[in-house]
């Protein structure tokens, strides 16, 4: 599978931005989807992920109640919805496919990140 996100920018403190991640490929269901962040100087986190059909999300703690991920199975998109934004968000995201994984992973596939700049 391959993945293509798109969505990043730059956006002030307490602002809202969409990543979406296209996946090529057949038999989208069969991954888990994630999202993953790495800042200035930093390893690269987890941020959350959704299970196959949508139904379980789970989050990193620092994200808990402001970003939200979603998917679509006849789209094969999943999406990453950040709302109250803040300058430590700042950081390129990545979205990653696990095959029949648990939504935490691991991961095997992953796309090209996305830039997102929060100013304060």
């Known amino acids: 599978v391959q993945l293509q996100a798109s969505g990043g920018g730059l956006v002030q403190a307490g602002g809202s931005l969409r990543l979406s991640c296209a996946a090529s490929g057949r038999f989208f269901n069969n991954y888990v989807m994630g999202w993953f962040r790495q800042a200035p100087g930093k390893e690269r986190e987890f941020v959350g992920g959704v299970s196959r059909f949508g139904t379980t999300t789970v989050y990193e703690d620092s994200v808990k109640g402001r970003f939200t991920i979603s998917r679509d199975n006849a789209k094969n998109t999943v999406y990453l919805q950040m709302n109250s934004l803040k300058p430590e968000d700042t950081a390129v995201y990545y979205c990653?496919?696990?095959?029949?994984?648990?939504?935490?992973?691991?991961?095997?596939?992953w796309g090209q990140g996305t830039l997102v700049t929060v100013s304060s």
């Open positions: 990653a496919a696990g095959y029949l994984k648990d939504a935490r992973g691991p991961y095997d596939y």
